[in-house]
């Protein structure tokens, strides 16, 4: 068989290289963060640790183990704090925007309440959860609750009072009755905008967890990294930092996963 | 002509709006009787009250004068006996096409196999046939729109309004359009009310063309269109009636 040259146009050729060049860049960029690092651990070293320092702790870290708990086992014990504040905070947050955000007068009965109760950052509840529950797993949940709880609400409200008046006037065509305009036309249509919510409370959560286990806690990211920084290991502090930073990103993208099979929809083409 | 059964007529029907404090007369004391299984356009200048007589007799608005009736019977709101084709497509970017198609039925709690039997019917009525569960965003304009057809022809209406259907859709769509829309009425005739601002759409698929008025909406004219289908848009008598009817339309302000 006779193999074919296909020759590129001297446009397309430009078009090629550029592609490439897209594909180069994110790699150039963490070279040069990883560049940045080393210089800085060079300057500074006793106060900034290199990359293979880090990495040296990090497998200290897996021979002895703090609290004989190793690095992924602090992990999911942050992650299995805020999954049980999430089925808590997604179904509740879920519903009670529905209700307030379909039903005007439910709305202007709870809303004034629910807005004030928002204007309060959920780690400005720590103080008073602690004093009242303690430090137990329980109210380190309820911080993370109020946390995600917020933007599913406010996003749910905001996408079922701006049903699109369209959709709810083929409803009134095809003689829909209240229930089917709920669940066969408001709901759906105000789904991206729960999921945006959904998207917010998983940041949100995830940064909340934190922040209460370093207030105190016996096991987590959290306490991870205030360990560190309590007996000056900047490098654990490093690898918990970038460990919080990687289960976040991998957080983002499970909901992106799951936005497009529930909303195959909303799927680009 | 006399024989002719009346299927819906509209008696003095006036509607305004307030706007800025001041009332907007949007139609003006219309009545109008529309036959059994004819083809009847709605042709005005733009912005002049068209789609608020199509909303009220579909019961989307309801009006301040007037009283509505079906077979000589008087109603009120929207009826199952009216379906709607609406203007800006309003398909449901969260159902497939066969979700959407069967709509009507399943509102009115048919059961899922019989529901997809009559629409799947109409499905391929429309052409559509392959693309049951696909979403309207893979879909082209023109297919939205057939889709929005089949959707008012499964819940099996008596009485088909339709409100600039192809007004979104480029020229060349919008042609194969008309010549599909009357294929599907050829076979399955219904009564149907078609609301344009477009002359040759109105001569090309009208029995009848309602002319109305500049704002506040009146009836200025009613013309019967007597040629055979399919029509030729440029034939004399169509250019002829084209003139006509232009001469007497008021400009949209």
């Known amino acids: 068989m006779k193999k074919r040259t296909v020759k590129l146009s001297v446009a397309e050729q430009k078009q090629h290289n550029l592609e490439i060049i897209y594909k180069l860049l994110p790699i150039l960029s963490f070279l040069i963060l990883i560049g940045v690092w080393l210089l800085a651990a060079s300057v500074e070293n006793a106060r900034f640790p290199s990359p293979t320092a880090v990495w040296e702790r990090y497998l200290l870290l897996c021979e002895k183990p703090i609290k004989k708990i190793g690095l992924l086992g602090h992990v999911l014990t942050s992650l299995r704090r805020v999954f049980i504040a999430f089925a808590i905070a997604w179904s509740s947050g879920i519903a009670f925007g529905i209700l307030t955000g379909w039903n005007k007068k439910m709305g202007a009965v709870l809303n004034p309440i629910f807005n004030a109760v928002r204007a309060v950052p959920p780690l400005a509840w720590i103080p008073l959860i602690t004093i009242m529950f303690g430090t137990g797993e329980g109210p380190k949940i309820l911080v993370v609750f109020i946390g995600a709880f917020m933007p599913v609400v406010v996003n749910t409200q905001a996408g079922m009072s701006n049903i699109k008046q369209l959709y709810l006037n083929v409803g009134t065509i095809f003689n829909a009755n209240k229930y089917q305009r709920l669940f066969q036309i408001a709901i759906p249509s105000a789904l991206d905008a729960i999921f945006a919510g959904l998207r917010t409370s998983v940041s949100s959560g995830w940064m909340v967890v934190l922040a209460a286990e370093m207030l105190g806690a016996k096991a987590g990211v959290g306490f991870l990294i205030t360990r560190g920084m309590e007996s000056g290991d900047q490098a654990l502090v490093l690898i918990s930092m970038i460990c919080i930073g990687l289960v976040g990103a991998l957080l983002a993208i499970v909901m992106q996963i799951m936005e497009g099979v529930i909303c195959p929809w909303t799927r680009k083409k | ?253």
Request: aromatic letters at 8%; proline letters at 5%; glycine letters at 8%.
């Open chain 2, 1 to 253: 002509m006399d024989q002719k059964k009346i299927k819906l007529s509209i008696k003095n029907i006036s509607h305004g709006y307030i706007v800025n404090d001041d009332v907007f007369q949007a139609a003006s004391n219309i009545s109008l009787d529309v036959y059994d299984n004819e083809f009847l356009v709605i042709l005005g200048p733009g912005h002049c009250g068209k789609t608020v007589l199509l909303n009220i007799i579909s019961g989307l608005e309801e009006a301040e004068v007037g009283q509505k009736e079906i077979d000589g019977q008087p109603f009120k709101g929207s009826d199952k006996r009216i379906g709607m084709v609406f203007q800006e497509l309003a398909l449901m970017p969260w159902k497939t096409v066969m979700a959407n198609t069967e709509f009507g039925p399943q509102m009115a709690g048919m059961s899922k196999q019989q529901r997809r039997k009559i629409a799947q019917k109409y499905i391929d009525l429309v052409g559509l046939h392959g693309f049951e569960k696909s979403y309207p965003n893979k879909l082209s304009g023109g297919m939205k729109q057939r889709v929005g057809i089949a959707r008012a022809y499964t819940n099996e209406p008596e009485i088909l309004l339709m409100d600039e259907p192809f007004g979104q859709l480029d020229a060349q769509t919008r042609y194969a359009m008309e010549e599909e829309i009357q294929r599907i009425w050829q076979q399955e005739k219904r009564t149907i009310i078609f609301v344009t601002n477009n002359i040759e759409e109105a001569i090309y698929l009208g029995d009848r063309i309602v002319l109305l008025s500049k704002c506040p909406a009146q009836i200025k004219e009613i013309y019967d269109v007597n040629l055979p289908r399919p029509r030729d848009s440029v034939s004399p008598e169509f250019l002829g009636l084209r003139k006509q009817i232009s001469d007497n339309t008021d400009l949209p302000l």
